[in-house]
Structures are given as structure tokens and as C-alpha cells.
């Protein structure tokens, strides 16, 4: 057969090697590169068959491929592993072509991809939640080391076009190599749907891509890994930016910016690190303001108390920033810098009879330090105790509720009365209130809302009223905007009421009865952070 022929079907595929094999399969002619030493194809591979060359299921891949090729056909690209003994393998790409004037013969073109590697057998390697993988981070920022930390994200494509028993044996695979190539072994977390993170020394030179690409070859199915890598720099304050990086890979995740993990999370925590100082000054300076909401006794429109509301310069609405405080673990500051704002108030000439409530979050109340520094902060006058009241806020989750009962409980004996803020938002109020002794409830304000037009809503308050009533509880519904809400609030036995129609949050606590605003009052929007 001609030389030229074969020549050609090098020349056509740009491959490394040329390998014809007759109709029998075996291989007749090789020429070119060689994937190893040892394994030059003129050598080694000719007169036996070209199965025999490759891993089992890449044998039966190229035995199914090269048996529906036809005369004058080109097969698709085949990424196979080739095997080099003893458990060593490297990946080719073959294609397989047979010219008309080869019949039977086929002509075989092979590229070689990547390095050789050795593929182990899959350990009981568990990839780490994303929890233990900061964690993990923590640890190894603290050791100092002089080559650079970095967090690789990595999006594997194609895992959907695997199903059954070939998806379980290649997820296994796929953990076991994304933490083998991890910095020691066992850093790496699977993020969401096919994204994964792993921590990698900035100067490693190992390609996650091909490790991927490894396994792949080895379950006969083709994969793509996306990896970006992003440099971890520590901060002076370590645990502050530990928060802020599991922050931005939370945005990360929930914004579905796992497309652009590099610059989405970089980005991201570059900016929350900003606000992370920021808030910190913000909080050491008291660079902020309260404003007071008056809560009425829905009866006779007498004034029961104050809310003390925040007031953050820059901000339309504290909301965000609050929960922002609340993630990086920056609220307990806060806090109590709003408690000691109040006192200050309550300490000016005239309002030695004023009662305020400040809020206070979940997160506060995790440790002793918060109630604890209260307690110090009115030491010296016990009758603010008996006047101040705490509105405990469910924007954080409270995780330890038998130790949040210790401490609210130590608060409450000290005088302090407690209310629990939002109620009806979420699905754990009614589980705090049993398991949290309080003095009263504040009724969610969309409830309050909707009761007008809402049999439902008004159904719910009405019998949390009754439920509240049992266990000795006030009850505050807030966003209380116009007189018929007032008026159906004390109808369904709701004891006190917050909203514009009472008034608006002003610098200072306006002692004299509010004028009530007409029903026709416009609804305002919500004023608390709570």
C-alpha cells in the first residue's frame, strides 16, 4: 500500500502518531512520537492488536468505535488512556480514519495529552463543607507561610451527560483527585451543582484541568474543568477576614456568580473587607444617630415607651448594613453602643421617667459579653434597668437557646424587660417563644398590614393575642399607619401600637400625647431595623 496514503492520513489528522492497523485490528505500521520511554511505536506496538495498547474500558471504546467505521469514514475524537504498566496511564486523543485505498486497513491518529500519570484507586476521601473548608482556611493563613495561599474555584461540565453507577464511580473519582491536588490532601469543598473550591499554594504548578481530564478518560466520558485561581492575602485581624471570605463565597453562590468566580469573589470580598472597616470606625467613632418612635397604649393613646432606631449615615435604610454587621460578626459592638447612645439619653434633664426599647440581635446575645457589659453600663443607675426594654431581633438565627434563655433571664432579674421583635416572620418565632421567657411580642408589621383586607392575617393575630394573653405577654403591633389600623389592632386585643400614624422616629423622644393623624394618612415605610 502506498506510502503516501499513510502520509496523508498523518498529514490530514496533525497528529503526534500514525498508527495503521489491518482488518483484524492488529497494528501493521506506527511511526512517530512515543507517549513514553520504552514505548516507541515502531517497536513495541507493531504486530500486536491495538486494543491491547490501552486501558480495559478505552479497549472497549475503541473496539465499538473502529466496528461501526466505514470505507472513506472519519470516527469522532476518542480520549482514551493509554497504559504504560503498572498502574501508569497517559491520555491520547485518537481519531480513527479509514481511506478507501486501505480497505480493510484503517489508519489510526493519535495526540498525546498532558503528562503521565499513575491513577490510584479512589480512598474515602469526603469533600469538606464550606464551613470546614474556612476553617481549613483559618489554619492555614495562621501558619504564615511565604508561598502565597490560593483559593481555586473550579466548574466541571459535562457530570450531567453521566447517570447511574458510571456517575457514582466518577463523582468518587472526581472528589478523591480535586483533594489529592489540594495543598494537603484533603482541602477541597463542593460548592453548588457542579463548582467546586480548593485551597492551593499559589506556586503549584499542577494542572487541576488534567487531573480532571484524568479521571474522565478513565470512566470513558468527556469532562471540562473551568479553574480560576484567586490569591488570599491575611489581614491583620484573621477571624475578620475569614468572615468576610465565607461572605463573598456565600454571594458568590447565591447570585449564581460562580460563572466569574475570580473576579465575583474577589470583588466581593475586596468590598466587604471595605465595609468591614468601615462599619468598624463608624461603630468607634458613635458616628451615628438614634431616632425615637413612640409605641402607644392602643386604649387610652398614652405613651407607653420609645424605640430607638438607628440612623447610619450614607444609608437610606440600616437594613442592610445591620445584617452585613450580623454576618462578619460585628453587631455585638453596635449594640451596645446603641444601648449606651439611649442611656445618654435617658440620662438628659427631663426625661428621668422616659422608658426606650433597643433592639438587640440574636447574634449579641450568642456569648455573655453583651449582657455583661449592659449589666456595667448601668451599674450606677439601676433605675434605667427597670426603664430600658430589649427588642430581640430574629434577622440572625439563634443557635443556642438554652444559653440565649441564660442570659436574657440574668437580664430580666437585673429589671430589663425583653420583647421579641418580628414576630409571625419566621418560621422559629413560635419556637423561641417557647423556649425564651419574655415580656411581650412585637407582631410583624406585614401582618398588621394586611389584617384590613386579610381575614387570614387577622385570624393570626387575634388568636396569638389569646395565646399571648395566657402567658402574661404584651403585645406591639408595629406599622401602625392610619387610625382604622389602630382602631382593628385594639379590637383583636392588641394591648399596644407602633407606626406613622403615632408619629415618626424624631432625634429626641417627644414626651407630650401624640396628635393622632387621620385615617387617610398615608402609609409610611418601615422605619426600624429590627
Same mark, same amino acid.
Given at each position: 500500500?502506498?506510502?503516501?496514503?499513510?502520509?496523508?492520513?498523518? *498529514?490530514?489528522?496533525?497528529?503526534?502518531?500514525?498508527?495503521?492497523?489491518?482488518?483484524?485490528?492488529? /497494528?501493521?505500521?506506527?511511526?512517530?512520537?512515543?507517549?513514553?520511554?520504552?514505548?516507541?511505536?515502531?517497536?513495541?506496538?507493531?504486530?500486536?492488536?491495538?486494543?491491547?495498547?490501552?486501558?480495559?474500558?478505552?479497549?472497549? %471504546?475503541?473496539? *465499538?468505535?473502529?466496528?461501526?467505521?466505514?470505507?472513506?469514514?472519519?470516527?469522532?475524537?476518542?480520549?482514551?488512556?493509554?497504559?504504560?504498566?503498572?498502574?501508569?496511564?497517559?491520555?491520547?486523543?485518537?481519531?480513527?480514519?479509514?481511506?478507501? #485505498?486501505?480497505?480493510?486497513?484503517?489508519?489510526?491518529?493519535?495526540?498525546?495529552?498532558?503528562?503521565?500519570?499513575?491513577? #490510584?484507586?479512589?480512598?474515602?476521601?469526603?469533600?469538606?463543607?464550606?464551613?470546614?473548608?474556612?476553617?481549613?482556611?483559618?489554619?492555614?493563613?495562621?501558619?504564615?507561610?511565604?508561598?502565597?495561599?490560593?483559593?481555586?474555584?473550579?466548574? +466541571?461540565?459535562?457530570?450531567?451527560?453521566?447517570?447511574? #453507577?458510571?456517575?457514582?464511580?466518577?463523582?468518587?473519582?472526581?472528589?478523591?483527585?480535586?483533594?489529592?491536588?489540594?495543598?494537603?490532601? $484533603?482541602?477541597?469543598?463542593h460548592l453548588a451543582g457542579n463548582a467546586y473550591a480548593l485551597l492551593r499554594h499559589e506556586s503549584d504548578t499542577?494542572?487541576?484541568?488534567?487531573?480532571?481530564?484524568?479521571?474522565?478518560?478513565?470512566?470513558?466520558?468527556? /469532562?471540562?474543568?473551568? &479553574?480560576?485561581?484567586?490569591?488570599?492575602?491575611?489581614?491583620?485581624?484573621?477571624?475578620?477576614?475569614?468572615?468576610?471570605?465565607?461572605?463573598?463565597?456565600?454571594?458568590?453562590?447565591?447570585?449564581?456568580?460562580?460563572?466569574?468566580?475570580?473576579?465575583?469573589?474577589?470583588?466581593?470580598?475586596?468590598?466587604?473587607?471595605?465595609?468591614?472597616?468601615?462599619?468598624?470606625?463608624?461603630?468607634? *467613632?458613635?458616628?451615628?444617630?438614634?431616632?425615637?418612635?413612640?409605641i402607644v397604649d392602643l386604649d387610652s393613646g398614652a405613651i407607653h415607651h420609645f424605640e430607638a432606631l438607628a440612623?447610619?449615615?450614607?444609608?437610606?435604610?440600616?437594613?442592610?448594613? !445591620?445584617?452585613?454587621?450580623?454576618?462578619?460578626?460585628?453587631?455585638?459592638?453596635?449594640?451596645?453602643?446603641?444601648?449606651?447612645?439611649?442611656?445618654?439619653?435617658?440620662?438628659?434633664?427631663?426625661?428621668?421617667?422616659?422608658?426606650?426599647? +433597643?433592639?438587640?440581635?440574636?447574634?449579641?446575645? *450568642?456569648?455573655?459579653?453583651?449582657?455583661? $457589659?449592659?449589666?456595667?453600663?448601668?451599674?450606677?443607675?439601676?433605675?434605667?434597668?427597670?426603664?430600658?426594654?430589649?427588642?430581640?431581633?430574629?434577622?440572625?438565627?439563634?443557635?443556642?437557646?438554652?444559653?440565649?434563655?441564660?442570659?436574657?433571664? %440574668?437580664?430580666?432579674?437585673?429589671?430589663?424587660? /425583653?420583647?421579641?421583635?418580628?414576630?409571625? +416572620?419566621?418560621?422559629?418565632?413560635?419556637?423561641?417563644?417557647?423556649?425564651?421567657?419574655?415580656?411581650?411580642?412585637? !407582631?410583624?408589621?406585614?401582618?398588621?398590614?394586611?389584617? !384590613?383586607?386579610?381575614?387570614?392575617?387577622?385570624?393570626?393575630?387575634?388568636?396569638?393575642?389569646?395565646?399571648?394573653?395566657?402567658?402574661?405577654?404584651?403585645? &406591639?403591633?408595629?406599622?401602625?399607619?392610619?387610625?382604622?389600623?389602630?382602631?382593628?389592632?385594639?379590637?383583636?386585643? /392588641?394591648?399596644?401600637?407602633?407606626?406613622?400614624?403615632?408619629?415618626?422616629?424624631?432625634?429626641?423622644?417627644?414626651?407630650?400625647?401624640?396628635?393622632?393623624?387621620?385615617?387617610?394618612?398615608?402609609?409610611?415605610?418601615?422605619?426600624?431595623?429590627g
Amino acid at each position: 500500500m502506498a506510502l503516501n496514503s499513510r502520509l496523508l492520513g498523518l *498529514a490530514f489528522a496533525s497528529a503526534d502518531t500514525l498508527v495503521e492497523i489491518d482488518g483484524a485490528g492488529r /497494528v501493521v505500521l506506527a511511526m512517530g512520537a512515543a507517549p513514553a520511554v520504552g514505548h516507541a511505536p515502531e517497536a513495541a506496538w507493531t504486530n500486536r492488536p491495538l486494543t491491547a495498547l490501552f486501558e480495559r474500558r478505552s479497549a472497549e %471504546r475503541l473496539r *465499538a468505535a473502529r466496528g461501526t467505521l466505514t470505507p472513506g469514514a472519519r470516527s469522532e475524537p476518542l480520549d482514551l488512556l493509554y497504559s504504560l504498566g503498572r498502574g501508569a496511564y497517559r491520555r491520547v486523543r485518537l481519531r480513527l480514519f479509514s481511506l478507501p #485505498e486501505l480497505a480493510p486497513h484503517c489508519s489510526c491518529a493519535l495526540t498525546w495529552l498532558g503528562q503521565s500519570f499513575e491513577l #490510584e484507586t479512589p480512598e474515602d476521601k469526603p469533600l469538606l463543607s464550606r464551613d470546614a473548608l474556612m476553617r481549613q482556611t483559618g489554619s492555614l493563613l495562621a501558619a504564615q507561610s511565604s508561598d502565597p495561599l490560593s483559593l481555586a474555584f473550579v466548574d +466541571v461540565a459535562g457530570l450531567d451527560q453521566v447517570e447511574g #453507577e458510571q456517575l457514582d464511580s466518577l463523582t468518587a473519582r472526581l472528589h478523591y483527585a480535586l483533594q489529592s491536588i489540594s495543598i494537603d490532601g $484533603a482541602s477541597a469543598s463542593h460548592l453548588a451543582g457542579n463548582a467546586y473550591a480548593l485551597l492551593r499554594h499559589e506556586s503549584d504548578t499542577a494542572s487541576i484541568e488534567e487531573a480532571i481530564q484524568n479521571v474522565a478518560a478513565l470512566e470513558g466520558v468527556e /469532562v471540562s474543568a473551568d &479553574v480560576r485561581q484567586v490569591e488570599l492575602t491575611p489581614g491583620v485581624d484573621r477571624q475578620a477576614t475569614l468572615r468576610a471570605m465565607r461572605h463573598a463565597l456565600e454571594v458568590c453562590i447565591t447570585n449564581g456568580a460562580l460563572d466569574d468566580p475570580d473576579v465575583t469573589f474577589k470583588k466581593t470580598l475586596d468590598r466587604t473587607l471595605v465595609q468591614m472597616d468601615s462599619f468598624r470606625t463608624m461603630v468607634k *467613632a458613635r458616628d451615628f444617630a438614634l431616632h425615637y418612635q413612640p409605641i402607644v397604649d392602643l386604649d387610652s393613646g398614652a405613651i407607653h415607651h420609645f424605640e430607638a432606631l438607628a440612623r447610619i449615615p450614607g444609608c437610606d435604610g440600616p437594613e442592610s448594613t !445591620i445584617r452585613l454587621a450580623e454576618t462578619l460578626a460585628l453587631i455585638e459592638s453596635f449594640d451596645l453602643v446603641v444601648a449606651e447612645k439611649a442611656i445618654q439619653q435617658m440620662l438628659q434633664p427631663g426625661y428621668g421617667l422616659t422608658r426606650l426599647a +433597643v433592639n438587640v440581635s440574636a447574634g449579641s446575645l *450568642a456569648t455573655d459579653t453583651y449582657g455583661e $457589659a449592659l449589666l456595667r453600663l448601668t451599674a450606677n443607675h439601676r433605675d434605667i434597668r427597670r426603664r430600658l426594654s430589649l427588642e430581640v431581633t430574629e434577622t440572625a438565627t439563634i443557635l443556642d437557646l438554652p444559653g440565649t434563655q441564660r442570659r436574657l433571664a %440574668r437580664l430580666r432579674q437585673a429589671g430589663f424587660k /425583653v420583647y421579641l421583635d418580628d414576630f409571625g +416572620v419566621g418560621a422559629s418565632s413560635f419556637d423561641h417563644l417557647n423556649h425564651l421567657t419574655v415580656d411581650g411580642v412585637k !407582631i410583624d408589621g406585614t401582618f398588621v398590614m394586611r389584617a !384590613i383586607e386579610d381575614d387570614r392575617s387577622r385570624t393570626l393575630i387575634r388568636h396569638l393575642v389569646e395565646m399571648c394573653s395566657g402567658l402574661e405577654l404584651k403585645t &406591639v403591633a408595629e406599622r401602625v399607619e392610619t387610625g382604622e389600623v389602630a382602631e382593628l389592632m385594639l379590637k383583636l386585643g /392588641v394591648q399596644l401600637g407602633q407606626g406613622w400614624f403615632f408619629g415618626r422616629p424624631e432625634p429626641r423622644p417627644r414626651l407630650e400625647r401624640p396628635t393622632l393623624a387621620a385615617t387617610s394618612r398615608r402609609r409610611g415605610a418601615v422605619e426600624s431595623w429590627g
